[in-house]
């Protein structure tokens, strides 16, 4: 197994902020970089882009005989456009 690489992060914190990391982290039994680094992912995955990709309605020509309509790109374009 590859061990992960780390980079140093210094964040200056609320004095309160830290002391309620070093508690919980305590009584988690975690370290306090394992319980930032939870954090950092968390927030990550709470704040990617959604997905907009979204379907777009397809024009249906109507025709009596379906499979049987000769359409060229001018009668494509009348149909959508005028």
């Known amino acids: 197994m590859q061990a992960t690489k780390h ?3 210094n964040a200056r914190v609320p004095v309160a902020l830290k ?3 070093d508690v ?3 009584r988690q039994g975690i370290s306090k970089q394992d319980a930032v ?3 950092i ?3 990550l995955r709470m704040n990617q ?3 907009r990709r979204r379907r777009l309605p397809v ?3 109507r025709t009596g005989r379906p499979g049987t ?3 060229t790109n001018k009668k494509i374009d009348e149909i959508l456009f005028g």
């Open 7 to 9: 980079a140093a992060l």
């Open 49 to 51: 882009p959604k997905d």
């Open 41 to 43: 992912e968390l927030w």
């Open 24 to 26: 919980t982290a305590a």
């Open 37 to 39: 680094v939870q954090a």
């Open 69 to 71: 309509l000769d359409l």
């Open 19 to 21: 002391r309620v990391l």
């Open 59 to 61: 024009p249906v020509i």
